[in-house]
T-cell receptor, first 109, second 115 residues
Framework: KNEVEQSPQNLTAQEGEFITINCSYS?????LHWLQQHPGGGIVSLFMLSSGKKKHGRLIATINIQEKHSSLHITASHPRDSAVYIC???????????FGTGTSLTVIP | KAGVTQTPRYLIKTRGQQVTLSCSPI?????VSWYQQTPGQGLQFLFE???????NKGNFPGRFSGRQFSNSRSEMNVSTLELGDSALYLC??????????????FGAGSRLTVL
């Protein structure tokens, strides 16, 4: 049973395209994280959110608590956005940390 | 300020040996959490520490253990290594008490290969 489901698994886009990555979950959460992992392994935390919407540069993250769904949007995509994007969450019980399987994004110049 | 430092970055062990990995958090961060990443299972939560106390633990066997020192540095140990323990081990630090409820800063990881 997967508490976190991400889609799509793989995504190829042309430079400049608008990109959406989706994350659905099945448990009540206290927080949801979007993480970015480049080849080589390093992980960067992009957003942590528990409601509403957050924006940082060309990245936007939204969450709908009632529908148990979050999206990560990338506007005007660039080849440097090529990475694996991972959704992670902490349930209300707070004693675990669940990860999605990741979305591998490739942006072609 | 310095980021999260993990050592060693790469290591090779044989089955049955044990390994200790180290994580130095960002100055001022008192929470350290550990994760295992494999191609088959993806990222999985191992455990987290706050003020030298283990707060939460993932679903891993007792061969996986950890501790945190008074300066917030943390170590994790894997005993009786198995081939399936080959993975990238990541640690993250955060300011607050619960890793999942705070913004995390990750280290570069320690890549363990078990032969």
């Amino acid at each position: 049973k997967n508490e976190v489901e991400q889609s799509p698994q793989n995504l190829t886009a042309q430079e400049g395209e608008f990109i959406t990555i989706n994350c659905s979950y099945s448990v009540g959460i206290s927080a949801l994280h979007w993480l970015q992992q480049h080849p080589g392994g390093g992980i960067v935390s992009l957003f942590m959110l528990s409601s509403g919407k957050k924006k940082h540069g060309r990245l936007i993250a939204t969450i709908n608590i009632q529908e148990k769904h979050s999206s990560l949007h990338i506007t005007a995509s660039h080849p440097r956005d090529s990475a694996v994007y991972i959704c992670a969450l902490t349930p209300y019980t707070g004693n675990q940390f669940y990860f999605g399987t990741g979305t591998s994004l490739t942006v072609i110049p | 300020k310095a980021g999260v430092t993990q050592t060693p970055r790469y290591l090779i062990k044989t089955r049955g040996q044990q390994v200790t990995l180290s994580c130095s958090p960002i100055s001022g961060h008192r929470s350290v959490s550990w994760y295992q990443q494999t191609p088959g299972q993806g990222l999985q939560f191992l455990f987290e520490y706050f003020s030298e106390t283990q707060r939460n633990k993932g679903n891993f066997p007792g061969r996986f253990s950890g501790r945190q020192f008074s300066n917030s540095r943390s170590e994790m140990n894997v005993s009786t290594l198995e081939l399936g323990d080959s993975a990238l081990y990541l640690c993250a630090s955060s300011y607050g008490q619960t890793a999942g409820a705070n913004v995390l800063t990750f280290g570069a990881g320690s890549r363990l290969t078990v032969l």
